[in-house]
């Protein structure tokens, strides 16, 4: 059987414009990007094109690469004390010299839409998530777009990354 991704995302992203258009609210979501990473630049170009298609929102923040761990919390700070702003997306990995823990420690777990932040991580691995990491929860919905049950089977994860293999294992 071919999962078909792409297919899936384009019916969902369809629905997501109907429920937010029938909603009335206009969601926001705030992207940090720090640094001319060209495959991080382009993942975020492409998360700013799915905003506008649904009807989300979204500004983006890029801080030089030699930005310090102290600039990128102060545009988090204002993006989390901007009650214009319902999202975060803190794109990852940062440079070497920004405490990526302190970062993600900072947004605001309710506007932590990548599902990073230890609040939302604990609520995942304790079967109660509010955001999860977006690999995993669109692994999980493929799987479900296509009738493929989880519960109950048994599934190999390889990897054990906090951003992905971990989540994977979690939503499984």
């Known amino acids: ?7 899936v995302s384009e019916k969902r992203l369809e629905l997501l414009k109907e429920k937010i258009e029938e909603s009335g609210l206009y969601p926001r979501l705030a992207t940090v990007i720090v640094g001319d990473d ?39 700070n204002r993006l989390n004390n901007d009650p214009d702003i319902n999202g975060i997306l803190v794109q990852l990995p940062l440079p070497s010299q920004v405490d990526t823990t302190c970062v993600i420690d900072a947004v605001a777990p309710g506007k932590d839409v990548d599902g990073f932040h230890p609040y939302n991580l604990g609520r995942l691995l304790s079967g109660t998530p509010v955001f999860a990491p977006c ?20 599934a190999v994860v390889v990897g054990r990354s906090i951003d992905v293999g971990r989540p994977m294992a979690a939503l499984l």
């Open 1 to 7: 059987m071919i999962l078909d991704g792409r297919k």
């Open 135 to 154: 690999t995993p929860q669109g692994i999980m919905t493929i799987l479900e777009e296509y009738g493929i049950p989880t519960r109950g089977q048994r």
């Open 38 to 76: 060209p495959a991080s630049k382009l993942y975020v170009r492409m998360k700013h094109r799915a905003c506008e298609r649904v009807g989300i929102g979204s500004i983006g923040i890029e801080l030089p690469g030699d930005a310090s761990t102290e600039r990128v919390l102060e545009a988090v």
